[in-house]
């Protein structure tokens, strides 16, 4: 099986590293396209998410070197600045490390839901620009039924555990009455409306929605009753929250030292909590120096959420196995197709013979020809030409006395003594 995934992730690398491998969202196809260019494959999927980057790519002579060397090429970096943090993994092992990301089962907050549907995304994306063949495409497929049966079939979604929830746990911890809080979520994908339910559940009625485009966080705006304000308006609007919860797609920090500063001296240096949930990160690293600040990264996020992983290790059992039968399956797939060019051939052999001996049987007929003469001449050419190739392998094996070869052809062959053989 030719299949080669490279990847990086929350267990092999700081956020720090994460983030300077990370794709944003709208650079997905055309790194796709340089990829293939530059590394002349013609299968990949680039799967980039707040936690990883992976690349899963299909080829006959595809060596994962070339992979790192075009991922750190991609971002400007040297390859030896993120080798040490990289995995491999090949085969069956790819095929692993693929059903386990997309089931949940290798994600920071174990059976989180909301990677599946960034999967599917990805294979989404890598299909519009043609990256995705026949074998990539059978692999997804059984992926996604597999993800599918994980969230069905056990435990795992029991006890929703997420970064926005952990988010929410320590602001319980620093605010007592969460109620006269109020809350600024920058950004409107998965994590903010995750985050902006639950916060809204929790009893924090005051919420803000910042974004880019108004028009794009109305939707959510009015599921959670929040107000929306637009990112020219951070600066102005920040002194006035309690709670800030970043997710956005941006390449660089939109929330400075020296913007958080500002804001505590008009808050009269009145505590602020700062979550940010994106990467590359939303808020830069040296906010967290400033005292009233309690700034918290996904690494910080993953500490609380390891807490509670003790909820779904029994169902990350069961959901493992039906992962490893999900890896099996597609393997014997994929062996069933690698040899069915075998029975293909071996078809169009028999319909040759076919043909050739009713072009011959029909000739005779309009020759005048009894047809009774030509059905007996028929079966008979068919099966002194079917039957010769194996014929002839069986007295080559008898000659040889290859016990094991002819038990083999015997089973192939169909052939079952009677009595008179005896």
Not at 183 to 196: F, T
Not at 310 to 315: E, F, G, N, S, V
Not at 349 to 378: D, N
Request: hydrophobic share 45%.
């Amino acid at each position: 099986m030719n299949l080669l995934l490279v990847g990086i992730n929350h267990q092999t690398a700081p956020v720090a590293i994460r983030e300077r491998v990370a794709f944003a969202a709208g650079d997905i196809g055309s790194a796709l396209t340089a990829l293939h260019k530059a590394v002349e494959l013609d299968q990949a999927v680039i799967l980039s998410t707040c936690n990883r980057t992976e690349i899963i790519a299909c080829g006959a002579t595809l060596q994962h070197q070339s992979l790192t060397s075009w991922l750190a090429g991609f971002h400007r970096l040297a390859p030896e600045e993120i080798a040490s943090y990289l995995y491999v993994f090949e085969g069956d092992a790819a095929v692993r490390q693929v059903m386990r990301v997309t089931s949940g089962l290798d994600s920071m907050v174990l059976g989180e839901p909301q990677i599946t549907g960034q999967v599917k995304a990805a294979f989404a994306e890598a299909q519009a620009v043609g990256m995705v063949g026949s074998q990539l495409h059978r692999l997804f497929q059984q992926t996604f039924q597999v993800a599918k049966a994980v969230r069905s079939d056990t435990d795992i979604g029991s006890h929703l555990i997420s970064m926005p929830s952990a988010a929410l746990k320590l602001a319980r911890m620093l605010f007592t009455d969460l109620t006269q809080c109020r809350a600024l979520l920058i950004g409107v994908g998965d994590m903010i409306e995750l985050a902006a339910k639950q916060f809204r559940d929790a009893g924090v009625n005051n919420i803000t929605l910042a974004n880019r485009t108004i028009r794009n966080a109305e939707p959510l705006a009015r599921s959670v009753q929040a107000d929306i304000v637009s990112l020219e308006q951070l600066q102005e609007v920040l002194p006035s929250f309690d709670i800030v919860v970043t997710a956005t797609a941006s390449s660089l920090p939109i929330i400075g030292k020296g913007m958080i500063e500002r804001a505590l001296q008009k808050r009269k240096n009145a505590p602020m909590f700062l979550v940010d949930l994106a990467v590359p990160r939303d808020i830069e690293p040296e906010v967290a120096t400033l005292r009233d600040i309690y700034a918290y990264s996904l690494d910080d996020l993953s500490q609380i959420v390891s807490e509670n992983m003790a909820l779904r290790q029994a169902a990350a059992e069961d959901a493992e196995a039906i992962i490893e039968t999900g890896v099996l399956a597609f393997a014997n797939t994929e062996k069933t197709r690698i040899h069915q060019d075998l029975v293909v051939t071996y078809r169009r052999q028999l319909e040759t013979i076919k043909q050739t001996e009713l072009s011959k049987a029909l000739a005779r007929i309009q020759q005048g020809t009894s047809p009774e003469t030509v059905i007996e001449t028929l079966a008979n050419q068919l099966v002194q030409k079917v039957a010769h190739p194996p014929s002839a392998a069986l007295r080559t094996f008898m000659a040889e006395d290859n016990a094991s070869a002819l038990d083999i052809a015997q089973q192939l062959l169909g052939i079952q003594h009677s009595e008179e053989d005896s």
